[in-house]
């Protein structure tokens, strides 16, 4: 199975910052990743897909980036909303698989 | 509008068997993916397993093969999973989805809690 690492775990930062977290996978999977916002008690939320195409609703400040195994997602200016847990997911091939996610707290 | 909704939460003992269910709505059911996915409590996201309606077609994480049953009744729209004997680290949160390349869509969850 295509291992998914992101980093960091865990991330403090400040309204208006821009945060960058990767998600490196154990063997190329082309573009095949999506990246997931998950709120405490709610239902993950799709971010982006296709590691770099931002789904339909989502704030432009959000961005994918990467192919082969190492992607980021970034956040180019916090928002309040923000602070929640990161997922990436590969859908290269099965079984699919998750990152152990980031968790990103206010500072 | 797109739905996915999911069966109520349960409170099962050990040893129990149990099936929860997923209705899909807004959408042609037969020609879209459902995955389950489970979150243990504090913990990360967990890929289970995935079923196409349109021909049952069912793929399992080697994690989850033999130990859950993954199925859909497309005359109803609706994908299940089931236990057959149910053990305490079963207690989980689990959601379906909706594959299209990504997960679009998501239920609200089913928690499931085991306890003797």
């Known amino acids: 199975a295509i291992q998914l690492t992101q980093s960091p775990s865990s991330l403090s930062a400040s309204v208006g910052d821009r945060v960058t977290i990767t998600c490196r996978a154990s063997?190329?999977?082309?573009?095949?990743l999506a990246w997931y916002q998950q709120k405490p008690g709610k239902a993950p939320k799709l971010l982006i897909y296709d590691a770099s195409s931002l789904e339909s609703g989502v704030p432009s400040r959000f961005s994918g980036s990467g192919s082969g195994t190492d992607f980021t997602l970034t956040i180019s200016s916090l928002q309040p909303e923000d602070f929640a847990t990161y997922y990436c997911?590969?859908?290269?091939?099965?079984?699919?698989?998750f990152g152990q996610g980031t968790r990103l707290e206010i500072k | 509008e797109v739905q996915l909704v999911q069966s109520g939460a349960e409170v099962k003992k050990p040893g129990e068997s149990l099936k929860i269910s997923c209705k899909g709505s807004g959408y042609s059911f037969t020609s879209y993916w459902i995955g389950w996915v489970r979150q243990m409590p504090g913990k990360g996201l967990e890929w289970m397993g995935i079923i196409y309606p349109g021909d049952s077609d069912t793929r399992y994480s080697p994690s989850f093969q033999g130990q859950v049953t993954i199925s859909a009744d497309k005359s109803i729209s609706t994908a299940y999973l089931q236990w057959s004997s149910l053990k305490a680290s079963d207690t989980a949160m689990y959601y379906c989805?909706?594959?299209?390349?990504?997960?679009?869509?998501w239920g609200q969850g089913t928690l499931v809690t085991v306890s003797s």
């Open positions: 997911q590969q859908f290269n091939s099965y079984p699919l698989t």
């Open positions: 063997q190329g999977i082309s573009s095949a």
């Open positions: 989805v909706r594959e299209s390349g990504s997960y679009d869509y």
